[in-house]
T-cell receptor
Framework: NAGVTQTPKFRVLKTGQSMTLLCAQDMNHEYMYWYRQDPGMGLRLIHYSVGEGTTAKGEVPDGYNVSRLKKQNFLLGLESAAPSQTSVYFC?????????????????FGPGTRLTVL | AQSVAQPEDQVNVAEGNPLTVKCTYSVSGNPYLFWYVQYPNRGLQFLLKYITGDNLVKGSYGFEAEFNKSQTSFHLKKPSALVSDSALYFCAVRGLTGGGNKLTFGTGTQLKVEL
């Protein structure tokens, strides 16, 4: 049981290049999330998904796109990278549990991807 | 919109002493609160959560948190700190709209436990 995994661990891009970050979870979780972590700003939600084939915008979605074609995978894309997107990116997943509070469960995080845009 | 504040960027404590990491929240309606810990170069790990019930919540690694509705606080505590507790701690509040069990995180508090 690997939990939440992220690929790659590190990446350096030049301004204007594109890339895709892959997140995979093997816990059969319904919900998946992409966050970015910047010093002094905590974690900010970029996009999230409540199920296969669905995505929604979070707090800071501009410049990013996502897809969730399979339940276990959640992809984060940068079409034209900018230096402001230099950050550590975390993927997380969560589950819909049992009553009386099925939708108040903890999130499980991946190890992160450190992205530098020059 | 909901928010959490962690007023201290860093907390220093001696090993064996009690520790407190502070968190205050702002939310319309019932608060659902979480604490996470992040060790260097790692993802966040869940420590504990408050949904309802007893105001003192016990979690992993000997941590506990006290929910105080009148002070809108959810402080993380441990009776006796260990050097291995040194890490970055995040408080978070669950969003009340839009579904998906979304969390809003504080800016984090760096805990340093010294011998």
């Amino acid at each position: 049981n690997a939990g939440v995994t992220q690929t790659p661990k590190f990446r350096v891009l030049k301004t204007g290049q594109s890339m895709t970050l892959l997140c995979a979870q093997d816990m059969n979780h319904e919900y998946m999330y992409w966050y970015r972590q910047d010093p002094g700003m905590g974690l900010r939600l970029i996009h999230y998904s409540v199920g296969e084939g669905t995505t929604a915008k979070g707090e800071v979605p501009d410049g990013y796109n996502v897809s969730r074609l399979k339940k276990q995978n959640f992809l984060l894309g940068l079409e034209s990278a900018a230096p402001s997107q230099t950050s550590v990116y975390f993927c997380a997943s969560s589950y819909y549990g049992t009553d009386p509070y099925p939708d108040y469960n903890e999130q499980f995080f991946g190890p992160g991807t450190r992205l530098t845009v020059l | 919109a909901q928010s959490v504040a962690q007023p201290e960027d860093q907390v220093n404590v001696a090993e064996g002493n009690p520790l407190t990491v502070k968190c205050t929240y702002s939310v319309s309606g019932n608060p659902y609160l979480f604490w996470y810990v992040q060790y260097p170069n790692r993802g966040l790990q869940f420590l504990l959560k408050y949904i309802t019930g007893d105001n003192l919540v016990k979690g992993s690694y000997g941590f506990e948190a006290e929910f105080n509705k009148s002070q809108t606080s959810f402080h993380l505590k441990k009776p006796s700190a260990l050097v291995s507790d040194s890490a970055l701690y995040f408080c978070a509040v669950r969003g009340l709209t839009g579904g998906g069990n979304k969390l809003t995180f504080g800016t984090g508090t760096q805990l340093k436990v010294e011998l």
